[in-house]
């Protein structure tokens, strides 16, 4: 009898969902180690179907290697579901700088601390080989138009590497890959190490400096990008630099750096909790 071809169930990855179903949503899934993409057009499926939509969705070749893409409609004449696949090559991270490479594919999360991020383990640096994890974080674009933000981190840490100011950041362990596509990057987690409060305050500001100094703009300097190690002397560290920017050359750097530097205790004291929550998606299994 002839073997026959072994046929995985989709699961969602990742979604990104128009809860009033007024603007495409799109699904990141992944079957038989294929990872697809499918864009919903608004009014498509019923909104209450839109985070669970597998069972909903017209059939698809998930196991098919040919296409990547997936535009799904409803036609207005007959009212049936359509859909079109594409084989189109999918953006990806172009600043590949580090020697290091992970598949996303073999990242076990084990806690969701974002949309973007998540906890995971890598083998340890000392035995590769054996069964010793490191809990590390890894963060990613799920979706194309999150490449850019993680462009800019990944270029910021870059940058830290080569001025030698990795000390102001967790380490950069290499970056992630989905087929090839660069898509992400793990960093070492920080044990032991607490969000910023108003009595880290000048700790925090010394850290800042030393980050301007390399002609950088955070961009988003609220209280829970800092990490603290108070059992070090307040040593604190920089983390989400999806908004920064290089900006040694322009005329008003000094004029905007020293603008966020002040802006420190004002984010220091706000209680509304801005950049800290996390509510994680919903998902299919």
Same mark, same amino acid.
């Given at each position: 009898?002839?073997? *026959?071809?072994?046929? /995985?169930?989709?699961?969602?990855?990742?979604?990104?969902?128009?809860? &009033?179903?007024?603007?495409? #949503?799109?699904? $990141?899934?992944?079957?038989?180690?294929?990872?697809?993409?499918? /864009?919903?057009? !608004?009014?498509?499926?019923?909104?209450?179907?839109?985070?669970?939509?597998?069972? =909903?969705? !017209?059939?698809?070749?998930?196991?098919?290697?040919?296409?990547? @893409?997936?535009?799904?409609?409803?036609?207005? *004449? #007959?009212? &049936?579901?359509?859909?079109?696949?594409?084989? @189109?090559?999918?953006?990806?991270?172009?600043?590949?700088?580090? =020697?290091? %490479?992970?598949?996303?594919? /073999?990242?076990? $999360? /084990?806690?969701?601390? %974002?949309?973007?991020?998540?906890?995971? #383990?890598? !083998?340890?640096?000392?035995?590769?080989?054996?069964?010793?994890?490191?809990?590390?974080?890894?963060?990613?674009? %799920?979706?194309?138009?999150?490449? !850019?933000?993680?462009? $800019?981190?990944?270029?910021?840490?870059?940058?830290?590497?080569?001025? *030698?100011? &990795?000390?102001?950041?967790? @380490?950069?362990?290499?970056?992630? =890959?989905?087929?090839?596509?660069?898509?992400?990057?793990?960093?070492?987690?920080?044990?032991? $190490?607490?969000?910023?409060?108003?009595?880290?305050?000048?700790?925090?500001?010394?850290?800042?400096?030393? +980050?301007?100094?390399?002609?950088?703009? =955070?961009?988003?300097?609220?209280?829970?990008? +800092?990490?603290?190690?108070?059992?070090?002397?307040?040593?604190?560290?920089?983390?989400?630099?999806?908004?920064?920017?290089?900006?040694?050359?322009?005329?008003?750097?000094? *004029?905007?750096?020293?603008?966020?530097?002040? %802006?420190?205790?004002?984010?220091?004291? &706000?209680?509304?909790?801005?950049?800290?929550?996390?509510?994680?998606? #919903?998902?299919? @299994?």
């Amino acid at each position: 009898m002839a073997e *026959q071809e072994c046929v /995985t169930s989709p699961r969602i990855l990742s979604m990104d969902v128009d809860p &009033e179903n007024e603007v495409e #949503s799109e699904y $990141r899934i992944e079957a038989g180690g294929n990872v697809k993409y499918i /864009t919903v057009e !608004p009014g498509a499926l019923h909104t209450d179907h839109l985070s669970l939509p597998l069972s =909903h969705l !017209p059939t698809l070749p998930y196991n098919d290697v040919s296409w990547t @893409r997936a535009h799904v409609w409803r036609d207005a *004449q #007959s009212g &049936e579901l359509q859909s079109r696949l594409s084989d @189109r090559r999918l953006a990806g991270v172009e600043n590949v700088w580090h =020697h290091k %490479s992970f598949d996303v594919l /073999t990242l076990q $999360r /084990t806690k969701q601390l %974002s949309t973007a991020a998540f906890e995971t #383990s890598i !083998p340890g640096p000392q035995s590769p080989s054996s069964s010793e994890k490191v809990e590390v974080i890894a963060k990613i674009a %799920s979706f194309e138009w999150e490449i !850019p933000r993680i462009e $800019r981190e990944t270029r910021v840490y870059q940058i830290l590497h080569e001025r *030698q100011a &990795e000390d102001l950041t967790p @380490r950069f362990l290499g970056h992630i =890959h989905e087929h090839g596509r660069p898509m992400g990057f793990l960093l070492e987690k920080m044990q032991g $190490r607490t969000h910023a409060s108003i009595e880290d305050l000048q700790d925090c500001e010394s850290t800042l400096k030393r +980050f301007h100094a390399l002609g950088l703009i =955070h961009g988003d300097v609220n209280r829970f990008n +800092f990490l603290v190690d108070r059992d070090v002397g307040g040593s604190v560290r920089l983390i989400d630099f999806e908004n920064s920017e290089e900006v040694a050359a322009e005329e008003d750097v000094e *004029q905007r750096q020293s603008a966020e530097l002040h %802006s420190l205790r004002a984010e220091f004291v &706000e209680e509304s909790g801005r950049g800290g929550g996390f509510r994680p998606a #919903s998902s299919e @299994r």
